[in-house]
């Protein structure tokens, strides 16, 4: 390329910016989903994870049925900021995440794609840190021959794209890969992965994003179930109008949507498994809050972005807002893709937005302790006032008198089971078998 009058080009260091690129805040399973965000844009249905513990040799990889690269396109989605254009659905934004994501986690990426059933459809190429630090050039070379059976083999038969990470060094720890420790640590990390991947992708994974196939994702051959943050499939879970507000930026308007619910409250959840499942990787009261979703992609689950704090009383409030990714840089979305700023404009909008899901879900909390004992999910409306305080008969938030009026025995049994401690258990079991026997013959096994 001709150089410009009077200007000078000044090529980055590889050696050092490679490195310093490794640590832009991925980590094990941020750094997954990013790859699982190339291959839901290449079109693929079916995803899978697989991570082989094998000392120093371990690996992961990531595969996909996607429409595939060819070889000049590999060559390009492998440049760090790589070029093409984005359309308004599309999840990548910086043409970064395939090489930072993956060169957080480990030393050397090989990436294998195929286009078609062709043998010369395939084309495979590596970044190699080694290789780097050797050189100082920003150089791909061939992947090693040892990688070769992990690498082409879910490419055998179909189109697609393989990732592979080895040289775990991020994620085995630098000391003793061969150890127990690290064996230990790695299957720690899987239920990471799955976690997060679950609540991710889960509008993808429940089929529900418009125009695109239900994905299925597997991780180590297992299907990763999808986690609602909103237990919409709960009956009692309450659902309230949706709010758009508009968001000016740049002289362009687009519209931040709210979708604003209130889960049951523990005895209004259908069991106490779905109650436990509902209540989220970090909890109830960590929960609560705002779910950021770019293009049905979530980029950050829970909190109040400083609208307002997580609260005890309003922990049963969960809201998803929407943006599109034209609206980025309203948004400040980040590489990594797990936050974002909310723009300052709208943030009294948003709080006036929240004010009747937080009210609503105050009152649902409150209601279980209410007099008559009815559950307050059922009849409190957006509008309603809450008047109920906590009953001095209730205990830990259960009224007894209400559970008894509205659950049967082992439903109530199960209950307890669900919050007591192992020792309070085999008392609980005791207690109920007496309380079984006590009953008439037709309501004893209800
Ligand atoms: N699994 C895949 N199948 C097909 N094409 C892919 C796949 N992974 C990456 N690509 C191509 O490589 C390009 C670079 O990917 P990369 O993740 O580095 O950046 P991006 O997705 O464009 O943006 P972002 O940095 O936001 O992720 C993509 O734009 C895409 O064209
Ligand atoms: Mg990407």
Redesign the pocket.
């Known amino acids: 390329m001709m150089q410009a009058l009077g200007t000078v080009e000044v090529i980055p260091a590889a050696r050092r910016l490679i490195s310093s690129l490794r640590d832009m805040g991925y980590e094990f399973p941020t750094a997954v989903a ?2 699982v ?3 839901i ?4 249905t079916v995803v899978t994870v697989d991570v082989e513990f094998e000392g120093e040799d371990s690996w992961v990889r ?1 595969s ?1 049925n ?4 060819s070889s000049a ?2 060559r ?5 900021g ?1 070029s ?1 254009k ?1 359309s308004s659905t ?12 993956s060169l957080s986690q480990c030393q050397r990426l090989s ?1 294998a ?1 195929r286009t078609g059933r062709e043998r010369s459809e395939l084309a495979a190429y590596c970044w190699d840190l080694a290789h780097i630090e050797r050189t100082n050039r920003w150089e791909l070379v061939s992947p090693s021959r040892s990688s070769s059976q992990s690498l082409y083999a879910p490419l055998e038969d179909s189109s ?2 393989v ?1 592979l990470w080895q040289r775990l060094d991020r994620i085995l720890g630098y000391d003793r890969p061969d150890g127990e420790s690290a064996r230990r640590r790695l299957i720690g990390m899987c239920r990471d992965v799955e976690a997060h991947l679950a609540v991710v992708f889960h509008r993808f994974l429940s089929g529900e994003v418009r125009g695109r196939p239900k994905l299925r994702l597997l991780l180590n051959g297992t299907d990763i179930v999808p986690w609602d943050p909103f237990a919409r499939d709960e009956p009692a879970t309450k659902r309230l109008d949706p709010v758009n507000i508009p968001v000016m930026h740049s002289g362009r308007r687009g519209d931040l949507v709210l979708e604003p619910f209130v889960l049951p409250h523990q005895s209004g959840f259908s069991s106490p498994e779905s109650f436990r499942r509902a209540s989220g990787p970090a909890n109830w009261n960590q929960q609560q809050g705002f779910y950021v979703y770019r293009a049905n992609r979530l980029i950050q689950s829970g909190g109040w972005c400083r609208i307002r704090t997580s609260d005890e009383h309003t922990k049963l409030a969960r809201v998803a807002l929407h943006f599109a990714p034209r609206m980025d840089d309203a948004f400040r979305v980040n ?1 990594s ?1 797990m936050r974002v700023q909310l723009p300052s404009s709208i943030r009294a909008s948003l709080a006036e937005a929240i004010a009747p899901v937080t009210k609503v879900a105050n009152e649902a909390y409150r209601g279980i302790r209410g007099a008559n004992g009815a559950s307050a999910i059922g009849r409190q409306s957006i509008h309603g006032s809450s008047k109920n305080r906590p009953n001095r008969n209730s205990v830990n938030g259960w009224n007894p008198a209400a559970l008894a009026e509205r659950l049967t025995v082992s439903q109530v049994v199960a209950h307890l089971l669900s919050v007591a401690r192992a020792d309070e258990q085999k008392i609980i079991r005791r207690v109920a078998g007496r309380l079984r026997k006590g009953l008439p013959q037709r309501r004893r096994m209800r």
Do not use: P, Q
């Not at 996607?66 to 690269?69: D, L, P, R, T, Y």
């Open positions: 990013d790859l965000d190339n291959s844009e290449a079109g693929a990531i996909d996607g429409a595939g690269m396109t590999l390009e989605a492998l440049r760090y790589s093409r984005y599309d999840l990548g934004k910086f043409g970064l995440g395939l090489k930072v994501a990436v794609s697609g794209t990732v590489v893709k």
